[in-house]
């Protein structure tokens, strides 16, 4: 997780970015595991054997992003879409086929939708509760020295209100996540944990498609930065 950073990254939180460069971001941002998100998630929890605690906390977690239930907001892929249309993206604009998505997001789109539904489950809880839902400060999470603002104060000092004008109410999404995220981040570290024997085939099994998925992450990310016109000299 510490490698999770694209070079592309700092552009996206600083102003100066065309209309169409945030387009072609959050067009493929939504196709490829925004929209369907609680569904891989489905699909993991489909593979879990009777393990109690496991399935509570990814039902939990999938109740959340499919209903927005926890948070009292809606689905997570809507409050997205509010987000857009905040930025003044209309929701035809992410429709299938309202774009061509680059080849590299197509790639990891698809193994992540192959994965989530291959054992061992382990791998694929960790793929996306840790892997897709974390982030790189998620060590500094974890021994609690990275703190997450407070939901309205992360809404306000978000790029895309700070820098593109998108209104705060707009912001659902984003005080839905700094609400729940928190808790999630905890319960995928200990699942993961509490359900692997150290230093054997599954823990090799986890370790491997998570280097994987960083791999196709990172090929993802350049694919997009190519869409956006991006170079390596702008983020330096
Ligand atoms: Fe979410």
């Known amino acids: 997780m510490d490698r999770k950073q694209h070079w592309a990254y700092p552009l996206l939180t600083r102003p100066g970015l065309s209309r169409a460069q945030l387009l072609a971001h959050f067009q493929h941002e939504y196709a490829v595991y925004v929209r369907d998100f609680p569904v891989l998630l489905a699909r993991a929890l489909g593979q879990v054997p009777p393990v109690s605690d ?45 774009t061509r998505l ?76 700094a609400a729940v995220e928190g808790g999630h981040r905890v319960d995928a570290w200990r699942i993961v944990a509490s359900h692997v024997p150290e230093r054997g085939e599954i823990e090799a099994r986890i370790v491997s498609t998570c280097q994987r998925a960083l791999g196709l992450w990172l090929a993802y990310r350049d694919g997009v930065a190519e869409r956006m016109g991006l170079s390596r000299e702008q983020a330096a």
């Open 54 to 98: 496991v399935r509570v906390s990814l039902a939990e977690n999938l109740f959340e992003e499919q209903t927005g239930g926890l948070s009292r907001t809606a689905p997570h892929p809507e409050l997205f879409l509010r987000m857009m249309e905040g930025l003044g993206f209309g929701r035809a604009l992410f429709e299938d086929g309202a």
């Open 102 to 177: 680059h080849e590299n997001a197509l790639l990891y789109r698809d193994w992540l939708f192959e994965e989530s539904a291959r054992g061992p489950w382990q791998a694929a809880v960790a793929l996306l509760t840790i892997f897709v839902e974390g982030s790189v400060h998620e060590r500094a999470e974890l021994t609690g020295t990275f703190v997450r603002p407070h939901p309205a104060e992360a809404a306000r000092r978000h790029p895309l209100v700070v820098h593109y004008g998108c209104p705060e109410e707009a912001m659902q999404l984003t005080r839905a996540h």
